[in-house]
């Protein structure tokens, strides 16, 4: 079909007043702002641009688009619809204040005038004043209404229906749709980016949540279809939520600090205080925090793993892999990513506060203290051995254990993980994972060497803080260590291509009892 056609076919849609009909041309402006939206750029291109990069005037015959309101919102919205082609009428209660606000090629006009012809209406207002919309009832008689309003935390809780379900029950005769609301005016007006082009959409009407799936694509943007008007409340809800995928993950992290500096307070400042009467309360800001934060770090990433281990020795006692694993594991399996990248943060975190420690004014007063000791003690030379190698070892194992670590992070970026294949990407994050985890845990022992073993490291009868963190890590790598063993790797194998210990066959008998055959391939 020929732009043309598809433009007057677009012309006459926008045009309509009466709700069948008007269903019935929209399939008409679906398919023509599709090819609009493949068509874009020739299309702009042809036209008079303003200095904001928006269309001066938009092309003839371009569907026309109503917007209720004339804010942030509105102004972001036509911009970006006289972008993509259409033709774009402003409704405000005071046009001649706003219309300078708008790409010169929009209509700003009364909100009676502006609903007349457009088929379709975004109504950028927020849901205290959609009643006084009301007086709009006639006009807007069998019409899209595209609701694009974002409740605040209070009012998504206080009220039980959707934005969107309101207005549908204020607007009776017209078609509801919610959509765009994820979408901020800022992103609107830039451009859509690549991590945020999701539109989620929902109406109870399937029709016109296609003609505005088709706007949602000719405007660059990626529809994605909720169902119906009753998943508004979910959909308004997804712009409340902060980062939920990192909720729990950064709660353990915060939990762990919070024990692990507790601990290390007691052991490292409020201990020589209370028995010895000396004030290390300096040593809050950065060393206590030095020596919590590789403790959470480490446990972190143990936390990875173990939910693994978990998994495959559930797997293995109940001989199957197609039972579901209890939700709490599914969670933590499903946060590994987000445990790791802050695990990851915290050890960054901790290489940066070392590389500080230096640099501390009380740390320069313990060196000079010591050479004046040495030389009233007459010492000339000191250098243990051990102590040398011990640090050595210890500091060049931390590098490794962080460069490791950094590989994981690096590809667990969507753009380095998309152009890994699958066996790359577990090589990383499986087998190097556990590498960077036996190289933490090997700078946790150098770090700790005899210290464990030795009475005056035990303050307030509390053991040293790392052998405290070797648990977790221990626990993991023995059982890592166990799976390798032949008898368990085999039957780990079997069972994740499918094998199972006990499997029913069910063979159904014409007077529909069954009997079940039960089949041991142990
Ligand atoms: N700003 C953003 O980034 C986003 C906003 N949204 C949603 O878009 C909608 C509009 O937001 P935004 O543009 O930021 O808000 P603004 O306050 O900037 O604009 C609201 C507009 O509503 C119009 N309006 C119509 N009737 C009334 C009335 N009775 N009282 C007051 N104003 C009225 C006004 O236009 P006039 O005076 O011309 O009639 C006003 O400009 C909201 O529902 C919001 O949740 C959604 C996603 C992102
Ligand atoms: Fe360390």
Known sequence: MPVGDLREAMAQFTLQGTREPLIGQMSHLSVGTRVLGEMDKPLISRHRVDSDGSLAEPPSGAPKVGILGSGDFARSLATRLVGSGFSVVVGSRNPKRTAGLFPSSTQVTFQEEAVRSPGVIFVAVFREHYSSLCGLSDQLAGKILVD?????????????????????????????????????????????????????????????????????????????????????????AMPLCLLPAWKVPALLALGLFVCFFAYNFIRDVLQPYVQEGKNKFYKLPVSVVNTTLPCV????????????????????????????????LDHW??????????????????????????????????????????????????WVEEEVWRMEIYLSLGVLALGTLS??????????????????????????????????????????????????RYKFYLPPTFTLTLLVPCVVILAKGLFLLRCFRLRLAKIRRGW?????????????????????HV
Request: charged share 20%.
């Open 148 to 236: 694009v309003s974002n409740p605040t935390e209070q009012e998504h809780l206080q009220h039980r229906e959707s934005n969107a379900e309101y207005l549908a029950s204020l607007f009776p005769t017209c078609t509801v749709v919610k959509a765009f609301n994820v979408i901020s005016a800022w992103t609107l007006q830039a451009g859509p980016r690549d991590g945020n082009r999701q539109v989620p959409i929902c109406s109870d009407q399937p029709e016109a949540k296609r003609i505005i799936s088709e706007m949602v694509h000719a405007m660059g943007f990626m529809p994605l279809d909720m169902g119906s008007l009753a998943s508004a409340r979910e959909v308004e």
């Open 297 to 328: 770090a480490y446990v972190l990433l143990s936390l990875v793993y173990l939910p693994g281990v978990l998994a495959a020795a559930l797997q293995l006692q109940r001989g199957t892999k197609y039972r579901r694993f209890p939700d709490w």
């Open 333 to 382: 399996l499903q946060h590994r990513k987000q445990i790791g990248l802050l695990s990851f943060f915290c050890a960054t975190l901790h290489a940066l506060y070392s590389f500080c420690l230096p640099l501390r004014r009380s740390h320069r007063y313990d060196l000079v203290n010591l050479a004046v000791k040495q030389v009233l003690t007459n010492k000339s030379h000191i």
């Open 407 to 456: 590989l994981l992070a690096v590809t667990s970026l969507p753009s380095i993980a998309n152009s890994l294949n699958w066996r790359e990407f577990s090589f990383v994050q499986s087998t190097l994972g556990f590498v960077a985890l036996v190289l933490s845990t090997l700078h946790t022992l150098t770090y700790g060497w005899t210290r464990a073993f030795e009475e005056s």
């Open 500 to 520: 199972e210990k006990d499997s029913a066959v069910k063979f159904m008998l014409p007077n529909d009892s069954i009997l079940t055959e039960k089949t041991s």
